[in-house]
């Protein structure tokens, strides 16, 4: 196909990247990590429709979530739908960076569908930092049904590291946070 609307380029992984180091204040091996904001799709407790996933940093740059699929998210008949896997990807992926002590964005996100996946299986989603470069961070992860060796999908992508104030100063006020942000008790 030459259509340029279809054109895009390549994701590429440099190979100068940075391995990365734990920062000393990451939460430690195990910990459940913290919600950045109740109302966030991936794992806000206040996401009425949302994943509800809880995402445990590992022991050493990875994040780990352990989510059985609900039926409200089937997609063909019987498997998950691909949008909410690559959502699930992006949640277990961007807590990456906190490891290494940085919030990020999602700049880009790709996902290989290996298998379909079957609404009520059990997923482990291992999300890896494969390297660093300044503000960009490359993350990997696999998702494996039930324990299996092979996984049934997987994932790459390009996270950001930002300033939450900075970055979201002309939008907070329209979340569902609003209130908790603006009493200081949460911060965007």
Same mark, same amino acid.
């Given at each position: 196909?030459?259509?340029?609307? %279809? ?12 391995? $990365? ?19 966030? %799709? ?21 994040? @780990? ?6 039926? *409200? ?15 699930? &990807? ?15 964005? =999602?700049?880009?996100?790709?996902? +290989? &569908?290996?298998?379909? !996946?079957? #609404?009520?299986? @059990?997923?482990?989603? +291992?999300? *890896? ?9 490359? #993350?990997?992860?696999?998702?494996? #049904? +039930? $324990? ?5 999908? =997987?994932? *790459?992508?390009?996270? !950001? ?8 100063? +002309? @939008? ?13 008790? *949460?911060?965007?």
């Amino acid at each position: 196909m030459n259509d340029p609307a %279809f054109s895009t380029a390549s994701f590429v992984i440099p190979d100068d990247l940075e391995s $990365g180091k734990r920062a000393d204040f990451a939460p430690a091996p195990g910990s459940v990590l913290n919600v950045h904001n109740p109302h966030c %799709f991936g794992c806000g407790p206040k996401s009425a429709d949302g994943l509800h996933l809880q995402v445990v940093a590992g022991s050493g740059l990875h994040t @780990t979530a352990i989510w059985e699929v609900p039926a *409200r998210f089937e997609g063909g008949p019987g498997v998950i739908h691909g949008g909410i896997l690559s959502s699930v &990807f992006d949640e277990v992926m961007g807590n990456v960076p906190m490891l290494v002590g940085s919030v990020a964005v =999602t700049a880009h996100l790709e996902v +290989d &569908f290996a298998t379909p !996946i079957p #609404i009520g299986a @059990t997923l482990t989603i +291992d999300a *890896r930092l494969i390297g660093l470069q300044r503000r960009k961070l490359y #993350i990997a992860a696999e998702a494996s #049904i +039930d $324990g299996a060796a092979e996984p049934a999908a =997987t994932a *790459r992508g390009l996270f !950001i590291g930002i300033s939450p104030a900075d970055h979201f100063k +002309d @939008t907070w006020r329209a979340s569902g946070s609003a209130a908790d942000f603006a009493a200081g008790e *949460r911060r965007p």
